[in-house]
């Protein structure tokens, strides 16, 4: 069935198009540098958000209208399958990610449910066949059902640990089946609400202990898949875990698990967070922790996790710099973790969204390339902090002083001289290369 019967192949016809169903700024075949556009921003399409989300929210119900959701049960899990690849194809991305619930209902029992998802992994395995999408990574739901009310991996009922592991060992296995070239594990329920009732001393150990079995799987089956972690501060634990990259990367830490993970790295969890994007980001960066992201943006006017499409060129430039700087993403990849508006209910919104958010970051993506190759940003660093280059500095940091030492040096300081950091000329900068690359 052809589900978009009225889109055709989403093309590029640059920035004087007025066709809304055609790229302004994504140029799939354009080099940036020595790689395409397509290899270096990698996108993806969220099966959850573009596929299963009804547009529901705690004020009402669903407005989505969606042609698949005549069916129920399996025969709507194998329609949106059908629908999916069409999308993947028309919208000519590269790759796809999704949740085990998302693409098959659960069960009566856990058996049930793994056999659903055979089915349908089957049907989405002959579809890979032909068709252009790859699997960018999978992962397991353990946070929707109430089985999770108290966390998975660190809940307070053993069963639950292990129902958890079991469906986790599942997802690994699908994975390696599809090819996954990454899987991620989202702590959604993964943290406390209060310490009233929180052993969290233990919570923590087994959340290293179900990571530490995961990653003795993976090698058991041959899955060499990317091991992700994507941090979130809030909703729905008051207090979770892997509150952002900084706080995960510390419990990596602790528990010998660094060398196992990168991190998936969402904008609206960071701004959640207290962060911007591109802190997290940078954060992975430089302790070569960044391996995927979530591109999305979030309403800062807004509490909770909204998962806009990202237009913010701003954004998406300061995290494409991120990106590049980092050599980019290597088996990550940029997942529209991101949802159309409850008010943007018809089939073709999920084209225009897309679109909107892949001309964003391309934006980005020339923007940030522009800014690299004039080492705009690297000269403003190196002239800040060009007192570590030379004599007391540079001491400092090759480890050639101490305390002795510098305070003999203080001791003849008669004044300290300090320059400006500039930041509104260098923001007046980054507006001006934003601006030339419309220009061009």
């Known amino acids: 069935m052809n589900y978009f019967q009225n889109i055709k192949r989403i093309e590029f016809e640059g920035a004087t198009s007025t066709n809304p169903f055609a790229f302004k700024f994504y140029n799939p075949n354009e080099k940036i540098g020595d790689?395409?556009?397509?290899?270096?921003?990698?996108?993806?399409v969220s099966y959850w958000h573009t596929f299963t989300m009804d547009g529901s929210d705690p004020f009402g119900v669903g407005t989505m209208n969606r042609p698949w959701n005549k069916y129920n049960g399996m025969d709507l899990a194998k329609a949106r399958v059908d629908a999916s690849f069409e999308f993947y194809?028309?919208?000519?991305?590269?790759?796809?990610?999704?949740?085990?619930?998302?693409?098959?209902?659960?069960?009566?029992?856990?058996?049930?449910?793994n056999q659903n998802l055979d089915s349908i992994v089957s049907m989405i395995k002959d579809y890979m066949k032909d068709s252009k999408a790859k699997l960018?990574?999978?992962?397991?739901?353990?946070?929707?059902?109430?089985?999770?009310?108290?966390?998975?991996?660190?809940?307070?009922?053993?069963?639950?640990?292990a129902y958890s592991a079991a469906k986790v060992k599942?997802?690994?296995?699908?994975?390696?089946e599809l090819g996954?070239?990454?899987?991620?594990?989202?702590?959604?329920?993964?943290?406390?609400?209060?310490?009233?009732?929180?052993?969290?001393?233990?919570?923590?150990?087994?959340?290293?202990?179900?990571?530490?079995?995961a990653v003795d799987y993976a090698k058991e089956i041959g899955f060499n898949a990317q091991f992700l972690i994507e941090p979130k501060p809030k909703e729905p634990s008051t207090h979770q875990y892997d509150y952002d990259v900084a706080t995960a990367h510390a419990f990596l830490q602790s528990y010998g698990l660094e060398d196992h993970f990168k991190f998936n790295?969402?904008?609206?969890?960071?701004?959640l967070a207290g962060h911007t994007f591109e802190h997290e980001l940078h954060y992975a960066r430089i302790n070569n922790m960044l391996g995927s992201v979530d591109a999305n943006q979030g309403n800062l006017l807004l509490g909770w996790d909204t998962d806009e499409f990202p237009t913010d060129l701003w954004t998406t430039t300061l995290a494409m710099y991120e990106i590049l700087k980092n050599g980019g993403l290597g088996k990550g990849g940029l997942n529209f973790d991101?949802?159309?508006?409850?008010?943007?209910?018809?089939?073709?919104?999920?084209?225009?969204?897309?679109?909107?958010?892949?001309?964003?970051?391309?934006?980005?993506?020339?923007v940030a390339q522009n800014l690299i190759d004039d080492k705009v940003?690297?000269?403003?660093?190196k002239d800040r902090y060009k007192t570590y280059a030379e004599g007391i500095g540079l001491d400092i940091v090759e480890g050639k002083t101490d305390f002795h030492k510098l305070e003999a040096y203080a001791l003849g300081l008669s004044d300290i001289k300090q320059t400006s950091g500039r930041l509104e000329q260098i923001k007046a900068t980054i507006n001006q290369y934003l601006l030339q690359a419309f220009a061009n």
């Open 170 to 176: 599942k997802g690994l296995e699908v994975g390696k």
């Open 265 to 271: 790295i969402e904008a609206n969890h960071a701004t």
């Open 338 to 366: 991101a949802k159309v508006r409850r008010s943007s209910f018809e089939p073709e919104d999920l084209f225009l969204a897309h679109i909107a958010g892949m001309d964003a970051f391309a934006v980005g993506l020339r």
């Open 377 to 381: 940003l690297e000269n403003i660093i």
């Open 180 to 213: 996954a070239q990454n899987y991620v594990f989202w702590g959604g329920r993964e943290g406390y609400e209060t310490l009233l009732n929180t052993n969290m001393k233990l919570e923590l150990d087994n959340l290293s202990r179900f990571y530490h079995m």
């Open 136 to 161: 960018l990574w999978n992962t397991a739901n353990n946070f929707t059902h109430p089985r999770f009310v108290h966390g998975a991996a660190t809940s307070s009922n053993a069963d639950v640990f």
């Open 89 to 113: 194809e028309k919208m000519d991305v590269p790759f796809f990610c999704f949740h085990d619930v998302d693409i098959a209902p659960e069960g009566s029992s856990l058996r049930e449910t």
């Open 35 to 44: 790689k395409t556009m397509e290899d270096i921003l990698r996108y993806a």
